[in-house]
């Protein structure tokens, strides 16, 4: 990646934070908002040089379309450096088999050199994305989904679930006594959940994204 300038650092910051706390990359307006350019046109401006540079890949006809190449900034090469020091990192989850744990040793696949706490909270897990459900959020079929294990999460969240044998990344929205499961692509329909009757659970947290550039 090519050196970048300090306002440049400072949005590639702030692009990665967006991802990992709220479980997705920010729209222009709010990049605008933050660092109070004066149009979102200006933010996409700072976003092109970005990609230009390597840091970043801008997708088009999604408002959160940006992904972050891997080795964006030192903090992530240092992590996997230090996570590959000590073999550790973390287990990378492919398709989870009907009514199975998910970190089931037969659906770890291997073991990537990430670091787990360079996520907030701490992650557990990645989770090999299917489909294109997640879109409008970055979320793309074949992207690696950092997960922190918990059966809680709040509305608006990005979350592992799993509904009777199936597990699914969708947005939490929680209804009176039922959950809505909603996509971020528009050719996918919510899904509505009655705890009283469906069998539902949080597997996880998304806590962050990897773009899977070596075909995991």
């Known amino acids: 990646m090519d050196a970048l300038t300090s306002r440049q650092q400072h949005i590639l910051d702030f692009i990665r934070d967006s991802i990992h706390h709220a479980g997705m990359p920010p729209?222009?307006?709010e990049i605008q908002a933050h660092?109070?350019?004066s149009s979102p046109n200006a933010a996409q401006e700072h976003l092109r040089n970005l990609e230009k540079r390597g840091a970043i890949e801008l997708i088009?006809?999604?408002s959160r379309g940006i992904r972050l190449v891997?080795?964006?900034g030192s903090r992530?090469?240092?992590a996997a450096?230090?996570?590959a020091a000590n073999d550790g990192g973390l287990p990378l989850v492919g398709r989870v088999a009907a009514g199975s744990p998910i970190l089931a040793s037969e659906h770890v696949e291997r073991r990537l050199a990430v670091d787990p706490d360079m996520f907030n909270p701490r992650a557990d897990y990645l989770l090999k994305v299917r489909g294109m459900s997640m879109r409008d959020a970055g979320i793309l079929d074949g992207d690696l989904l950092a997960v922190h294990k918990t059966s809680e999460a709040r509305s608006g969240q990005v979350v592992v679930a799993r509904i009777n044998d199936e597990v699914t990344v969708k947005r939490l929205q929680r209804?009176?006594?039922l959950v809505l499961l909603e996509a971020e692509n528009p050719d996918f329909a919510p899904i509505e959940v009655d705890p009283r009757r469906d069998q539902f659970a949080l597997e996880g947290l998304a806590v962050g994204l990897l773009r899977n550039t070596h075909g995991f």
Do not use: L, N, P, Y
Request: proline share 0%; no cysteine.
């Open 27 to 29: 729209t222009r307006a």
């Open 60 to 62: 088009g006809g999604s």
């Open 175 to 177: 209804k009176g006594g």
């Open 70 to 72: 891997d080795g964006a």
């Open 81 to 83: 450096a230090r996570a």
């Open 35 to 37: 660092f109070g350019f």
């Open 76 to 78: 992530m090469r240092s």
